[in-house]
């Protein structure tokens, strides 16, 4: 049964053991490490979930999405990993087995792949609670190659494109702040300069996007 997160923003819970296959049993075992959207809205099934994150690698937003949260016209943007020595991602892994496995890899591949532009890699994922415990890990990454790739542009243009695209998912905004709520929940060891940068961007420029009384009044 898939398991859905007891809060959208919170981690999700892992689910209540049904005496999982450990993974010696189960080679088919596999880890999907999420750190955008897929921390908040897995939206498959799967046996077990870690809070942790990912060495080497920052996130930015510098993906284009034309289908979950932004049109053709007005392309939102959304996160992919960027390869840094210096960089550390936090985010939630999820383990899947036996037939979980096959049925979570064919739906990431049309939500992820077909619809956003991202390739699989393999990542080492230190869980929060068992750094010393590394796991492999498949992540969806947006390269410079796909093209839907937008790549660097200022935090506050960034903020400016999220507050102006919706797509098929929702707002751009509530990404944004779902992903910000996750790394709040991190607590203070996860900092995200560049997530943070673009959510005060956010914050100041959010005035100026309120319809006025005069606005509303025509609704
Ligand atoms: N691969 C990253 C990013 C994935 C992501 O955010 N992809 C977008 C655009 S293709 C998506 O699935 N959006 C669904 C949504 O916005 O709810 C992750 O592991 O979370």
């Not at 999700?12 to 049904?18: C, E, G, K, Q, V």
């Not at 999420?34 to 498959?44: A, C, E, K, M, Q």
């Not at 046996?47 to 939102?76: A, C, E, I, N």
């Not at 060891?189 to 996007?209: N, Y």
Request: with cysteine.
């Amino acid at each position: 049964m898939k398991q859905e997160p007891a809060a959208q923003n919170s981690p999700p819970a892992s689910p209540p053991s049904s005496q999982p296959l450990s993974e010696d049993d189960d080679p088919q075992a596999l880890w999907i490490f999420g750190y955008g959207s897929l921390v908040w809205r897995p939206d498959f099934a799967y046996s077990d979930s870690r809070v942790g994150f990912v060495r080497g690698y920052s996130r930015r937003f510098w993906q284009g999405d034309t289908f979950h949260r932004g049109s053709d016209k007005m392309p939102g943007r959304v996160v992919t990993l960027l390869e840094d020595r210096e960089g550390c991602t936090w985010g939630v892994a999820y383990q899947v087995q036996g037939e979980q496995v096959s049925k979570a890899l064919k739906y990431l591949n049309v939500r992820e792949a077909v619809l956003g532009g991202y390739d699989t890699k393999e990542v080492t994922f230190y869980p929060q609670d068992t750094p010393d415990q590394p796991l492999k890990a498949l992540a969806y990454v947006a390269t410079p190659q796909n093209p839907g790739y937008l790549g660097p542009a200022p935090e506050e243009a960034i903020a400016t494109q999220i507050l102006a695209c919706r797509g098929f998912s929702g707002h751009n905004l509530e990404y944004l702040l779902r992903l910000a709520d996750f790394m709040q929940l991190c607590g203070p060891q996860a900092q995200d300069e560049h997530l943070a940068a673009i959510v005060d961007a956010v914050g100041t420029m959010l005035p100026c996007f309120c319809p006025t009384e005069q606005a509303l009044a025509l609704v």
